[in-house]
């Protein structure tokens, strides 16, 4: 069953679409991801959710209900911002029992549940304290608290994560994944941050311009990107002219620009023609810089020469010349990165390459 | 040497501000019949026939309910007028809060003269309400500037989160966004009150015969002879608009140090 299903929705100010035709359904008890760069429509189609913005077209229906109509306070939602948003002139339990006192939870059953979801939080001990008084991911923990102590139909995050640092940012990340799962509350995350997205999500959706580009599970939109925004949004990308050979089998027999022929599995070339122009997209981390006297076998190889070097610590990333082309490469390191101006040779697995229908 | 001249100077210009007040406060405390010096001894007499003099008494009791009445229109008025301009997308709402703001800009011998003619030109005649009106026209922009300069800075998703959890509008303004600007609102309400209290030039212009404020008596006062009751009548004055914002300055520093400050 889907606990959120938006139907055809569309936002506009004044001329300016901010999402054109959208159409999502959200499984109860999912994780979803709003993934896209600012200005893509993720927060507006957020804020409609919540009843914060009305949809100028479409439906939305939450727990088979329609709510275009429905304002915000009755729609049970849990919601949480960017910049916690807590009462700053109410106590911490204050706060987080503001949304029960509108539920007519009784007095001792409502200090219960409190006390219960700052536990959750891993807060136990600060109910008397003031918002001013707690560190930015303490505030955000009583923010998740909140929200979630109504028990809402569904909870929605709005860049939770992006006004902390970024060590605490990955331990809320672990945490709110954590808690979500304990709760089984049906979730709409939204984030500009790819990393965010993939470690958290059952299903990411990507947004750019106010369209749904992509909908999957993290692994199929990060290995399958559904076009080249999303190839290049989600991690560095290599994308090259290419030429549809024909089919051979299950793979699609691609002329690739600078590569020649290269073989790419057929199920991540669904959408390509069996002939005619098309693209090929390789992640930047499965280009394998090498010497160029190792033995290539059973990948395809051409030589470059290395024109910039990012060193990263754990890994390298490589700007390398190859024909015509820069090619981005992103390797961990054996021993030392390859020095700028050295001459290398490129490898690539055909089984990593997916393919595009040419634009 | 140029330090030297320059504390000198500033010791000069706070002396001339603030000699005359101090002048006053002292002769009120004189015995003598004469409000001038020499001081011939400590005496609060002044103040015992003041606290005696019915007409006096009567234009305080007025000065009072005025300032109290202004404050309470003002800032009814500049809250509603401030949520409308800031939280709401009202066409024109630039020039709204010019408009509003203007009364501190045009002359006040200005505004209370095109009152009265415009009160003349529709045939009402003066009436206590209609000064209460004119005082609200001239305390309202103060109002307006400190509770909007307050408002802007209450983030939006701080009322969001109430709506999110639900509270209804009304009840979000009464739960959040009054008790964060309730600072604000209350310094707003006691400009209104000072200003509407202090005022001379409006209210000489606009209010009905047989009324006097504390100012308009003093002014009525003096034209016959300067008797050391306006002295002791200036001190009360200096105390009540000088001590109300400072009293209210610490009731609002000790609600902001409550909500963790």
Redesign the interface.
Known sequence: MSSVILTDIEKHFGDFTAVYKTSLEIPDGSFVTLLGPSGCGKTTTLRMV?G?LDPSKGEIRIKDRRVNDV?????????V?Q?Y??????TIAENVA??L???GVAKEDARKRVQDALELVQLPSVGD?????LSGGQQQRI?LA??IV?EPDVL?LDEPLSALDANLREDMRVELKRIQERIGVTTIFVTHDQSEALAMSDRIVVMSAGRVEQVGPPEEVYNTPASEFVANFLGASNIMDATVLGREGDDLMLDVDVFGRVAVPGRKAADVASEGPAKMVLRAEKLLLTNRDEPADGTVAVDGTVEAVDYQGQAVRYFVRAGDRQLQAINMIDEHPFDEGAPVSLRLRPRDCAALPAT | MGWQLIRFWTLLVYLFMFLPVAVVVLLSFNASQFGSFPMTGFSIRWFVELAQNEAILRAFRTSMILGALTALISTTLGVLASLALVRYRVPGSNLISTLLIAPILVPEVVLAVALLLFLNFMSINKSFALLLFGHVIFTLPFVVLVVQARLVAIRRDIEEAALSLGASPVQTFFEVTLPLMLPAVLAGGLFAFTISFDDITGTLFWKPGGVETVPTQIFAMLRNSISPEINALGTVMIVLTVGLPLLGAAIARQLARKSGG
């Open positions: 919540a914060l304002p915000i306070h009755k729609r049970n939602l849990g919601l911002f910049n948003a807590l009462f700053p002139h109410k503001f949304g006192k509108y539920r304290r003031y918002p001013k008084q923010a909140r929200a109504i929605l």
